[in-house]
């Protein structure tokens, strides 16, 4: 169960960056493109448009999850390696943020991800995976380091 925080990250981050672009009135936009469009593109998202303010950062939000969630992935499975604790602390602060400022909330499907990562890297094991250090050619500063 442990190497599959990565793929949770991305499934959560396209489904809250598809719903941001395509289905914009589930959560609250209806009408965003025309707003977007009536003020124009560039420069579109100011304080002063709140409306469209808030809709930018919905979308970058999500488009930054798929990047760090492809990163977990990679991690996870390229280099076979369990997620370190801090993100997983880090995810469940901002999930509990988000969660505590809207109970209706996507942050509720983040919260067992971050515990999943918590729970995964406190039963890892704490030395570097002898495979991965092969494959790297690092055998040599490997054994220097362990002694």
């Known amino acids: 169960m442990s190497k599959i925080s990565g793929f949770a990250l991305l499934a959560i981050a396209l489904l809250h960056s598809l719903i941001g672009l395509t289905l914009p009135g589930l959560i609250g936009f ?9 003020i124009g593109v560039v420069d579109a998202a100011k304080p002063e448009a709140l409306r469209i303010w808030g809709y930018y950062w919905f979308l970058l939000a999500g488009f930054f999850l798929v990047l760090c969630g492809g990163l977990c992935h990679w991690v996870e499975h390229s280099l076979n390696r369990v997620l370190p604790a801090f ?3 880090a995810l469940l602060a901002i999930a509990l943020f988000g969660i505590g400022l809207d109970l209706d909330t996507g942050f509720w499907l ?5 515990i999943n990562i918590l729970v995964a890297s406190r039963t890892s094991a704490t030395l570097p995976d002898k495979s991965l250090v092969s494959q790297h050619g690092l055998e040599d500063s490997f054994r220097l380091s362990t002694k």
């Open 30 to 38: 209806e009408g965003i493109w025309q707003d977007i469009a009536d």
């Open 87 to 89: 993100v997983g602390w």
């Open 110 to 114: 983040v919260l067992p991800v971050a």
